[in-house]
Antibody
Framework: EVQLVESGGGLVQPGGSLRLSCAAS????????MSWVRQAPGKGLEWVSV???????FYADSVKGRFTISRDNSKNTLYLQMHSVRDEDTAMYYC???????????????WGQGTLLTVSS | QSVLTQPPSVSGAPGQRVTISCTGS?????????VHWYQQFPGTAPKLLIF???NRPSGVPDRFSGSRSATSASLAISGLRAEDEADYYC???????????FGSGTKVTVL
């Protein structure tokens, strides 16, 4: 059974740093595209970053240069290192597996339960 | 502001059919990228509802169906039930942004 369990969220001051983790089971993270998606309180879903099975990485413009996605194959875990956080980064952060049938189709087939980041002084 | 536009809310009586539109552009849906839909209940993670425009994952009732044309897509819920009251999001890929994009979300209310 595929499972994704996020952890690491919490209260951080503006300008601070935090690392989120996503422990995967039932599959290996390095054989799939893996992504982070966030949702600010009362708002919609926003894609944050993706790491491909071949190691290619992409970011949303809103986090580029501040956030870093990575994975540890030995721990089958996905990470999101966040630096210089801002008030607008406050959100529930979901880890999600990306499924792709072709180069025209990319969707999130499994999601974790989320971990909450609150940026506040 | 979301790249894909959805109506903020739709409503219907039990048993009725409701549709949710998702309007994109030539850099996402119009470029040929497939559209996917997610259902989200308050306080829970989104769940994949429809993939590749009109395919349902195992366990999703056939009351849910999707369609796509040109630069837009639609999700239809037929035989509306109280348990369908949730937020619904469309999603695709955008070649200009080089990333995944979501719709603004639609809240479905069962009257």
């Amino acid at each position: 059974e595929v499972q994704l369990v996020e952890s690491g969220g919490g209260l951080v001051q503006p300008g601070g740093s935090l690392r989120l983790s996503c422990a995967a089971s039932g599959f290996t993270v390095n054989s799939h595209y893996m992504s982070w998606v966030r949702q600010a309180p009362g708002k919609g879903l926003e894609w944050v970053s993706v790491i491909h099975h071949d190691g290619n990485i992409f970011y949303a413009d809103s986090v580029k240069g501040r956030f870093t996605i990575s994975r540890d194959n030995s721990k089958n875990t996905l990470y999101l290192q966040m630096h210089s956080v801002r008030d607008e980064d406050t959100a529930m952060y979901y880890c999600a597996r990306v499924s792709y049938i072709s180069s025209w189709s990319y969707y999130f087939d499994y999601w974790g339960q989320g971990t909450l980041l609150t940026v506040s002084s | 502001q979301s790249v894909l536009t959805q109506p903020p809310s739709v409503s219907g009586a039990p048993g009725q059919r409701v549709t949710i539109s998702c309007t994109g552009s030539s850099s996402n849906i119009g470029a040929g990228y497939e559209v996917h839909w997610y259902q989200q209940f308050p306080g829970t993670a989104p769940k994949l509802l429809i993939f590749d425009n009109n395919n349902r994952p195992s366990g999703v009732p056939d009351r849910f169906s999707g369609s796509r044309s040109a630069t837009s897509a639609s999700l239809a819920i037929s035989g509306l039930r109280a348990e369908d009251e949730a937020d619904y999001y469309c999603q695709s890929y955008d070649t200009n942004l080089i990333g995944y994009v979501f719709g603004s979300g639609t809240k479905v209310t069962v009257l």
